[in-house]
């Protein structure tokens, strides 16, 4: 594959063989204004140059804000063995496995990954990795259409904002009922999201812990579900089922969610990974490839693409998705990452990033006019209520070069108030105590 | 009892009220090794033609289409563990699935053992 621009000679003979006199008159079917205005981009710069202006930019801003934002993306450590190992040649540069079983070390290296997906998520098969967590819960939803062979799906509104928003836009040309349920404060609300499953429901989609960070558990809500025929599916925050239990505990049939925060920067919003995994009985319906251990001919390990006729090349129209590829590196570097932390290292960090942020949320709750609005437990991320907007806070406490949190009047009407704060291990106890400090002082002078 | 065939290579059988579905000898030759059937769901209702299971083998993934209309009264459960079945006995032991309530016109779409002999001869 070549990745030359063609040249003005090769421009004018493919224009001839197709009988085109330019190459505006090629595309002079599409309409002028949604064409690109212009490609003329400034002249290109040496490396020196570029290195200059990219530093400048760095030190300019972002860099030293302290962030208590999460949201569904969040700061956590990346040991380093992370990049040294993701970086190598062989995983860097080697994109996409063409012929899968000479690529050997790609291929086990994303079983690894499905294994430590699976224990993560207490679930028996996971696919080699989705785009990222929106796609991950709108591919889970399609699957549960499939299995259950049902129309409609109980959508917690406690989700992710703008996974529900992929969900919909999935779902939106495929005549399926979306039923979204409102959450009770900042609790999903269980009794009515039982209510809601009836014979028609393909899943029930709820989010743990949920969007406003409060942690339930949803192994009644998994009975409700199959007693009607219909599936759990559970959007998870893999940090945190360090230590609440996971999906697979629960008694969920499709565990699914954002991979980030396993040894992926932040990174201005991607590439990061989807992850989604799933019981054995249902592994036919997986979205994406699946990678199997087998042994060969002298009865050696190795490793192969299996049960890829759900795949569309070779099912066509017909394939469980159309994803056809995956986010390999991302995923790797979530694997490396697991596999650095070990079971013990995983429940630690899980434990730190809840002590932290059970620390802090005691010390914003004594601010005055304050008051933190979770009804019950919290993992890192809990919700206040400000006793101004929210937005406005967030806005002023940036100048001091804090990021405060996740404002929720954006998603959620009546929540003006509201904010959405994230307490991670990498946040400091001076960190924390300045961002009270800073809190107090813009709430009341 | 009368036996009936589909231009997608489907057989069944009629007896009484229960209509007996599989893939022809034909069409488990055809496709070789088969690895897995997607047998369909007891109580699933479908229009003749429409796509009825699913099956998979070492070459292809096909459809398995409905020979009549009807709703889906048994599966051959055996299949799961030994889709192997269908290779061995694809007329008998390996059929996929009992249909009910079919209507007999319907069967007039369809070909007798010898027109679909003739049938296969025309293919080759």
Redesign the interface.
Known sequence: MGYCPNTPEEIREMLGAIGAGSVEELFSAIPKELRAKSFELPAGMSEFELMRIMREKAAAGGAEIVPFIGGGIYDHIIPAAVDHLAGRAEFYTAYTPYQPECSQGTLQALFEYQTAICRLTGMEASNASLYDGGTAVAEAALMALRVTGRHAVVLDASVNPLHREVVSGYLASLSTGVVEVAPKGCESDLDLLMASVTEETAAVIVQHPNFFGSVADLTALAAKAHEKGALLIVSCYPIALGLVKSPGEMGADIAVGEGQSLGNPLSFGGPYFGFIATRKRFIRNLPGRIVGETVDQKGRRGYVLTLQAREQHIKRHKATSNICSNQSLCALRGLIFAASLGRQGFADLALLNYEKAEYAKALFAAIDGVSVLNAGATFNEFTLALPKPAAQVVARLLASGVAAGVPLSAYYAGKENALVVTVTEKRTKAEIDALAGLLKEALWN | MSKYFTKEHEWVKIDGSTATVGISEHAAHELGDIT?V?LP?IG?SVKQFDTLAGI?SVK??S?IYAPVSGKVSAVNGKLEDAPELVNESAEDAGWICQMEGFDAAELGALMDAAAYAEYLKGLE
Do not use: G
């Open positions: 897995f997607e769901q699933k998979e292809a993934a459809d």
